[in-house]
């Protein structure tokens, strides 16, 4: 077996012993809440079967997915951006104006149209971090995070003034004709995932990618353009994010509120699922979909009267047991 | 020495060390060190001695095996269990943190080997230790300012400090100069004379003689033998180290090097004109630099470490940007142009450092092929899509034609030895039939069949017709095969030499300009 196949096999089998474990330490803790461990367990388990849970989870899995898989990409060049939230926000405003004001129907054309322009101004965001990283040395994690801020500000700026619909600080909906169904938008994102994972593995940037950020000198000495594939990486992680958003737009959201400081979340949670996928696209996708079905999770034991706290602390096992069992996969795979 | 009566200070029992990827480092050693001598342990590059002395100082756990400390069994979870055994590891290339000063440096590894000496008693630690041992060194001065062989007296200061019973020096002379190298053996023995087990790991035979009592030889990861000094002849030394087939080979390889047939020098394939380079803090590194290289030669440029060459070797490859002169290679001029002209020109390189500048620790060597090759036009890459079936190709040839020993085109590039890694990245750089070689070192480090190997390989292409460039501080190297020696002093090419050489005249200009 390959290099590249053991460690894909390895972090699959780590993926699913981390979930085992963690399923069963959260059974236990389950005696901690009024329904018992027995009774919690129950609840727990008939949650992770019901097809509901998944199904529910797939709108959150959309912009999480997007904001993984290209964070991963990211990552894998040393680009340390934590920017997906505000490419996502941003790839939502422009899919919002392009369709709403610009366009004005919904074509099929004009939808394809709108989640390109959401990607083209989530890849200048990124690129914008890009090429503060390489201009000017700027480090990218403080640019990124300020960059989110003033997306956020964007939005609020938006939804409480010139695109202000009615009493309240948001836009109004898009009309019915102008949004795509749940699975188109599953599927835009695993596509995007899967061509991200085809980039690092057949191309040359894949190669270049991984010298920058394991052996920069190495890069340099044989003619890798350090610049240009943080440049290149940026456009594409901000490029993925913004349709992420676009897409986030036209099927669940349908019209965009006022955000508290905090954002969306969604380009955070990419974060902690590109890392969780071993910085590869695929492994992000996986991971994505783990984080949403926890996402989507909370509610339903909510309404078993288990607190949102538990459950966020229930959430964090999870996906410390997950990250801890296929990091140690992964290094007895190398073994 | 007799050691019947001594108990020894650390046995290392049927160690075995399997690497990932199936490269055996160690396989069945057993070896004593005893109180008060010095132990040389013998071997060429990949004998498999760095990987017995990093298990020994917990740096690596073995596959199989038992280390005794003083007759107790002893499990080493990190190099700090070892420390605090008494047992202190010189690395061969030091391992200090870059932004602390000597001090801050030695304050940590005393709280490391369990000592809660504040910095004041470090200091005082420190000069105590300068008085006696004569390491003189500025306790304030930050690491990344050190030369190397500053370097290593911090590292021999650590083991001094946490008054370690065991020191283990790996390769502690490569880097030095021959005044620093007289000067470390006599330490060493002092070391051992105050009732320390020193091991001392050298590839050097003239060097194991000069100071040890007993010599341990290894080969392919095996232990092959164990000799007294008083007992020990070079022909049988040598034979244990080589096996008797390979000094036979080795010295097919010399007569052959000498019948080889030299190329047609031709076209002029290196101009630099005028060069002026800064070095990394800003002054002028490189001086207004000139020579001409033509296909067929091969052109050494000595030096003492330090004068310019890194800059220059760094300027010409394309990752340090001049402020003044010309570079034209292959007749296209490319002084501001980056590493990707030189790549498209197929130019080959082949750096100093192996790991992490030629080659991607981590990675495959399918992988390394691919990188090396990148901006070739030799490179198994179409419409920026890359043939990974071409390249597993190419690696599994170089692979083959260079005999590196390595399992196979997927194995980590990281888990090979210096020597094997060398010849990769030669096999690597020869494939693109390049117009010009660039090299700066390329036998640093290795043991003497490696080096040869490569001295042969660079020989065999410059009769292909290929200019080479070898910047190199092994003057006896530069003497065996250049054509023509140009002395790099303070930025300068301050004097030429043709063949035969005059090693005195060449010494001068490398010492006196």
């Not at chain 1, 129950?42 to 912009?63: E, G, H, N, Q, R």
């Not at chain 1, 960059?147 to 909906?173: E, M």
């Not at chain 2, 061969?92 to 000597?102: A, C, E, S």
């Not at chain 2, 394939?269 to 296909?295: C, I, M, Q, Y």
């Amino acid at each position: 077996m390959n290099a590249r196949l053991r460690g894909l096999v390895y972090g699959a089998i780590g993926l699913v012993l981390g979930l085992l474990f963690s399923v069963l330490v959260s059974m236990a803790l389950g005696a901690f809440t009024s329904l018992g461990a027995l009774g919690f367990s129950k609840i727990l388990l008939s949650s992770l079967m019901s097809k509901d849970t998944w199904i529910s989870a797939l709108p959150y899995f959309v912009p999480i997915a997007a904001s993984a898989s290209s964070l991963a990409l990211a990552y894998r060049a040393g680009f340390i951006t934590i920017g997906a939230e505000g490419q996502v926000m941003l790839g939502a405003v422009a899919a919002y104006w392009l369709l709403y004001y610009v366009i004005e129907h919904g074509s099929i054309a004009a939808i394809m149209v709108a989640i390109l322009f959401a990607g083209l101004v989530g890849a200048l965001y990124g690129g914008l971090v890009g090429g503060l990283r390489v201009g000017l040395g700027v480090n990218e994690i403080l640019s990124s995070l300020m960059l989110n801020y003033i997306a956020i500000g964007i939005v609020n700026y938006l939804v409480a003034g010139p695109w202000q619909q009615g009493g309240y600080t948001r836009t109004a909906p898009l009309p019915a004709n102008m949004g795509i169904g749940l699975s188109v938008a599953v599927l835009v994102v695993v596509i995007a995932g899967l061509l991200l994972e085809l980039f690092i593995v057949f191309t040359k940037y894949g190669v270049a990618i991984d010298s920058v950020r394991l052996a920069r000198k190495a890069a340099q000495t044989y003619g890798v353009g350090i610049a240009s594939t943080i440049i290149i990486v940026a456009l594409i992680q901000g490029f993925v994010a913004g349709i992420g958003g676009g897409v986030l737009l036209l099927q669940l959201l349908r019209q965009l509120r006022s955000v508290g400081l905090g954002g969306w979340g969604y380009g955070y949670m990419g974060i902690l699922a590109a890392w969780l996928g071993g910085l590869r696209p695929l492994g992000a996708l996986a991971a994505s979909l783990l984080i949403a079905v926890l996402y989507s999770m909370r509610s339903t034991l909510q309404l078993y009267g288990v607190s949102d706290s538990f459950v966020l602390a229930l959430e964090a096992i999870i996906v410390l047991s997950v990250l801890a069992f296929t990091t140690l996969s992964i290094r007895r795979g190398e073994k | 020495m007799n050691n019947g009566d001594k108990r020894p200070l650390l046995s290392l029992r049927n160690i075995t060390k399997i690497y990932p990827g199936g490269v055996v480092a160690n396989k069945d050693v057993s070896l004593d060190i005893y109180p008060g001598e010095v132990l040389a342990l013998l071997g060429e590059n990949g004998a498999g001695k760095t990987t017995l002395v990093s298990i020994a100082a917990g740096l690596i756990k073995p596959t199989e095996g038992q280390i005794l400390v003083r007759g107790e069994p002893v499990v080493f979870n990190s190099p700090r269990d070892a420390m605090r055994k008494g047992i202190a590891l010189v690395p061969q290339n030091p391992m200090l943190i870059d932004n602390f000063t000597v001090l801050e440096n030695l304050v940590l590894v005393s709280r490391l080997a369990g000592k809660r000496h504040g910095i004041r008693l470090v200091r005082r630690q420190l000069e105590e230790l300068e008085k006696k041992y004569g390491l003189s060194i500025n306790p304030s001065a930050y690491v990344w300012s050190l030369s190397f062989g500053e370097r290593q007296k911090v590292e021999i200061l650590k083991a001094l400090l946490i008054d370690a019973s065991i020191v283990l020096l790996d390769e502690p002379t490569t880097h030095l100069s021959p005044i620093e190298v007289d000067k470390l053996l006599s330490l060493t023995k002092q070391l051992a004379n105050e009732g320390r087990g020193v091991v001392f790991i050298t590839h050097r035979l003239s060097e194991a003689l000069r100071v040890a009592e007993r010599i341990a030889v290894m080969r392919r990861g095996r232990l092959v033998a164990i000799v007294s000094r008083k007992d020990a002849r070079v022909d049988q030394l040598l034979s244990y180290m080589f096996g008797e087939e390979r000094i036979k080979r080795l010295t097919e390889i010399v007569k052959r090097r000498r019948s080889l047939p030299r190329g047609v020098r031709k076209d002029i394939v290196l101009r630099v004109n005028d060069l002026w380079v800064r070095g990394p803090h800003g002054e002028f590194s490189v001086r207004g630099a000139s020579l001409e290289l033509r296909s067929a030669e091969v052109l050494g440029v000595a030096g003492i470490a330090g004068n310019g060459q890194r800059e220059f070797f760094e300027a010409l490859i394309g990752i340090r940007k001049p402020s003044r002169g010309m570079i034209s290679i292959c007749g296209v001029e490319v002084t501001s142009q980056g590493s990707s002209a030189r790549g498209r020109l197929g130019v080959g390189i082949i750096p100093e450092d192996r790991l992490g500048w030629a080659l991607v620790p981590g990675k495959s060597l399918v992988f390394n092929t691919v990188l090396g090759l990148y901006s070739s036009p030799k490179a198994p890459i179409r419409f920026s899509i890359v043939d990974w079936r071409a390249a597993r190709k190419i690696a599994r040839d170089i692979i083959r034609s260079l005999e590196v020993k390595a399992p196979g085109p997927d194995t980590n590039a990281e888990s090979l030895s210096g020597g094997n890694m060398q010849r990769f990245i030669v096999g690597r750089e020869l494939y693109k039939a390049p117009c010009l070689l660039l090299a700066m070192n390329p036998t640093s480090g290795l043991d003497v069949e490696a080096a040869e190997k490569i001295r042969d390989l660079l020989l065999k292409e410059a009769a292909r017709g290929a200019g080479i460039l070898l910047i190199s501080e092994d003057l006896d190297e530069l003497v065996e095969v250049s054509d023509r020696i140009v002395v790099m002093s303070k930025g300068r090419m301050v004097y030429e030499a043709h063949r035969p050489f005059n090693i005195d005249k060449i010494a001068e200009a490398m010492t006196v300009s």
